[in-house]
């Protein structure tokens, strides 16, 4: 028999970020996403940069996951995230001067100082961020669509 | 013989440095009540680390990852663990005392330090010890990306064949009364390490959800797992992750013990100020008392000579 629910547990070495019963689970695996419902085979991937979202009944949850770990079983999904960020948490702004500061930076791809893998990793970084507070329904209208790197 | 007015002095002053203390031990209070929340909050991760990497271990047949490269110790770092600040008793002190019994120890070894906090790298500076690298001013407030540029620095020195072993000294939170000196090894690491559960009762009354018993009872059974990457490659991506959280756990007790010490150390000095102002207050009436006893005999006797 199946289990109904996944217990998701997504931690970070600072806190703990989410512990909930959830009906599915989506992850940023590092070789694409993984869709997770209850019943998985165990499995234990590496995540990469990107949006981890799960849904509770019909409601659908995001947050942002900076790279880490995951271990599936097939009543819980345990989520070893270096950094992880709600939705709702998300600071739109900083997220938008991010992407112009790296935005910036990128454009003048001359000079020869600056660190073109950091630079890239922070645009990433922002756009990911935007891209989720967006979906996170909590500004949606104001984030306006914007081409990948 | 001290006067009236003496008195009044030493008591204001010593009344003062009651309310310093007083509020010292009250900051002290709330940043270990935040420190602590902090400790809570890393074990989970810590605790899930863990049972990750036992799983992978067992998948992997052979450790040749760098950071369990294990060779004769010729050169040892030590990471020392103090406070930034004075006022807490014999916490810095025991620290630093710790770790000169560490490196005295050693005599025939190339030590190379990290202090962490300022008190330690003050002392040990002084005592011309060689140091790598230091850390000053992040002890009181413990963040997780200070513990990966430590562990980050550590691991680049090690890898690099700079050094052949890491200690940790610093004291370990056991309660507020008590710390214990703790001298761990870092590198390289013990696989052995992950076996051992996952650091557990440091002070007793820690949040234990449902999520700590039922992930210990599925340690018990291994469960075959479907790796996406390679069992060897994510294993050996995790052994930093690893040393990192090894690193902040040390920070996050040793913070937490510095605040409990200061708490402590805040608390007597209050006490004995209280003491000390009673015994002022005490020797003031005393000498209150003398001084209108005398005048009443002089005003008696002179009276007796006028009649």
């Known amino acids: 028999m199946l289990p109904e629910f996944l217990q998701l547990e997504v931690v970070t070495p600072e806190r703990q970020l989410i512990a909930e019963s959830v009906n599915e689970v989506q992850l940023p695996g590092l070789d694409g996403y993984l869709g997770i419902l209850p019943g998985h085979a165990a499995l234990i991937t590496e995540l990469g940069l990107g949006e981890l979202s799960y849904r509770k009944g019909k409601e659908t949850f995001y947050a942002i996951v900076f790279h880490g770990f995951a271990e599936v079983l097939p009543d819980r999904v345990i989520v070893l995230a270096e950094r992880a960020e709600r939705a709702e948490e998300i600071d739109i702004n900083r997220a938008r001067a991010a992407r112009e500061r790296a935005e910036k930076r990128l454009a003048q791809r001359e000079a020869a100082e600056i660190d073109w893998d950091r630079a890239t990793f922070a645009l990433q970084r922002a ?14 209208a104001q984030v306006e669509q914007h081409p990948a790197p | ?129 060689s140091l790598v690298g230091e850390y000053i001013n992040i002890m009181a407030r413990v963040e997780y990306p200070q513990a990966r540029e430590v562990a980050a620095q550590v691991i680049a020195r090690y890898t690099a064949g700079e050094m052949d072993a890491v200690y940790m000294v610093y004291n370990e939170f056991k309660s507020v009364l008590v710390q214990r000196l703790t001298v761990e090894r870092l590198l390289p690491i013990e696989p052995e390490s992950f076996l051992a559960e996952a650091p557990q009762a ?83 009436n005393k000498v209150r008392q003398a001084a209108i006893t005398r005048e009443i005999i002089e005003v008696v006797s002179g009276a007796a000579w006028t009649a």
């Not at chain 2, 008195?7 to 009344?15: C, E, P």
């Not at chain 2, 959280?245 to 004995?272: G, I, K, P, Y």
Request: proline share 4%; net charge positive; charged share 25%.
């Open chain 2, 1 to 129: 013989m001290p006067t009236l007015l003496d008195f009044r002095r030493r008591i204001r002053s010593v009344k003062n440095t009651q309310q310093i203390t007083r509020a010292m031990k009250f900051v002290a209070a709330a940043r270990l009540r935040r420190a602590q929340d902090k400790v809570f909050a890393a074990r989970p991760y810590a605790r899930h680390m863990l049972a990750v990497l036992r799983s992978a271990m067992a998948r992997v047949e052979a450790f040749d990852h760098p950071l369990m490269a294990r060779r004769p110790e010729q050169r040892v770092l030590l990471l020392v663990m103090s406070g930034d600040r004075g006022l807490c008793g014999a916490f810095n002190a025991n620290v630093i005392r710790k770790a000169m019994e560490f490196l005295r120890g050693r005599p025939e070894q190339t030590l190379g330090l990290i202090p962490l906090g300022k008190k330690g790298r003050d002392a040990l500076r002084k005592q011309k010890w």
């Open chain 2, 202 to 284: 440091t002070s007793g009354e820690g949040p234990s959800g449902p999520a700590e018993t039922s992930s210990a009872g599925r340690a018990e059974s291994p469960v075959d797992y479907i790796y996406e990457q390679t069992a060897a490659a994510i294993f050996g991506h995790l052994l930093p992750r690893f040393v990192e959280t090894q690193v902040f756990r040390a920070m996050l007790e040793s913070s937490a013990a510095e605040h409990a010490a200061r708490m402590t150390a805040m608390d007597s000095a209050t006490n004995n100020a209280v003491e000390l102002i009673d015994q002022l207050t005490l020797h003031m």
């Open chain 1, 127 to 140: 756009l990911i961020r935007l891209q989720v507070a967006a979906k996170g329904g909590a500004v949606a």
